[in-house]
């Protein structure tokens, strides 16, 4: 079956712009995580979706914003970007969430901001 | 708060060669535990995991772990590396009822001939 997809794979961006990530998790998955993983802080947890509704959510500012379809499927939004949102964009798709099971990652996308 | 460490950032192995990565962990319940690898440019891909039961489990690519709670310890082993193993491994812990896992700042793993 195929496996989390997540678009664009790489994007540059500007200061003050802002980004939107797509990610599609494995068919029947209903929960979807998203990871910052940065050379300095390694793998940061952003938050976490299942059936349409954040249930974790890591330490980050308000501009990080996510949202999940009905059809499992994920967006998350980066507002007024700085240079230190630099970083790869890590989407993960459960069953049933990192809680109870094996979390299946896509490939990232890797946004830079210049 | 859940924690983990890797107390180890580079290690460099020959092939052949038997490995051992540490991984320590800090939380109050019994953590669910898990080891990733990633390749350059790729995603994280599950290497094995322990939620309960036999302390020792298999993976894939002939990785295991073992659990040791009195040491608070998930060390990852294989007696033989091959080149294709060259990647970076984290560590994580996560628990039920808790939707996020914490990761190991991982260790990178580099194979000589």
């Known amino acids: 079956k195929a496996g989390v997809t997540q678009t664009p794979r790489y994007l540059i961006k500007t200061r003050g712009q802002q980004v939107t990530l797509s990610c599609s998790p494995i068919?029947?998955?209903?929960?979807v995580s998203w990871y910052q993983q940065t050379p300095g802080q390694g793998l940061q947890f952003l938050f976490e979706?299942?059936?349409?509704?954040?249930?974790n959510k890591g330490n980050f500012p308000g501009r990080f914003s996510g949202r999940q379809f009905s059809n499992s499927r994920s967006e998350m939004n980066v507002s007024t970007l700085e240079l230190g949102d630099s970083a790869l964009y890590l989407c993960?798709?459960?069953?049933?969430?990192?809680?109870?099971?094996?979390?299946?990652f896509g490939e990232g996308s890797r946004l830079t901001v210049l | 708060a859940q924690s983990v460490t890797q107390p180890d950032i580079h290690i460099t192995v020959s092939e052949g060669a038997s490995l051992e990565l540490r991984c320590n962990y800090s939380?109050?319940?019994?953590?669910?535990l898990f080891w990733y690898v990633q390749s350059p440019g790729q995603g994280l891909q599950l290497l094995l995991k322990?939620?309960?039961?036999?302390?020792l489990v298999q993976g894939i690519k002939g990785f295991e772990a073992e659990f040791k709670r009195s040491q608070s310890s998930f060390n990852l082993r294989k007696p033989s590396v091959h080149w294709s193993d060259a990647a970076e491994y984290f560590c994580?812990?996560?628990?039920?009822?808790?939707?996020?896992?914490?990761f190991g700042t991982g260790t990178r793993l580099t194979i000589i001939p």
């Open positions: 068919s029947g998955h209903r929960s």
């Open positions: 993960a798709s459960s069953l049933a969430g990192a809680g109870t099971g094996e979390l299946f």
């Open positions: 994580a812990v996560g628990a039920r009822g808790n939707e996020k896992l914490t």
């Open positions: 322990y939620f309960s039961g036999d302390t």
């Open positions: 939380y109050g319940a019994t953590p669910y």
């Open positions: 979706y299942f059936s349409e509704t954040q249930r």
